[in-house]
């Protein structure tokens, strides 16, 4: 699969759950176990939906942004410290995710989705560590 084609997809998912989050947060927030919101406590339901709202528009903008920039990993003229300081951005943030996920899916939400969404950003970390590798081993080659 080309890197392209994984930004994507990565862009996908984060649009799907980023509107999923925004549109729908006391639903969303259900499939982690947090079904029972404060409903005697309306400022404590507002402040947990709205972070919940908060966290799915940044998501919907990270893949936007994802999906914007796709299709510059594909030009020619792309020097290749941009490709690999991109790549690098996209391992850290991803691990620092699944670190988040996993950590919080262990202590606090032990739900299924919880440990799916830490696998999801390991995967995501582990490939585009690939293709940083890759990119790094080729300007290696390169020299």
Do not use: C, H
């Amino acid at each position: 699969m080309k890197l392209k084609q994984i930004l994507f997809i990565n862009a996908l998912l984060f649009i799907a759950i980023g509107i999923a989050f925004t549109l729908y947060a006391p639903n969303a927030l259900a499939y982690f176990g947090v079904s029972d919101l404060p409903s005697g406590n309306y400022l404590t339901y507002w402040f947990i939906i709205s972070f919940a709202r908060l966290f799915g528009a940044i998501l919907f903008s990270l893949g936007l942004l994802l999906l914007g920039v796709r299709s510059l990993v594909s030009e020619p003229n792309l020097r290749p410290e941009a490709q690999r300081n991109a790549l690098s951005s996209l391992v850290l943030g991803n691990i620092i995710a699944a670190v988040t996920a996993f950590t919080q899916a262990a202590a606090v939400w032990s739900t299924a989705l919880g440990w799916i969404f830490g696998g999801l950003f390991t995967l995501f970390a582990v490939v585009y560590g690939f293709f940083l590798w890759k990119a790094s081993s080729s300007k290696a080659t390169a020299d």
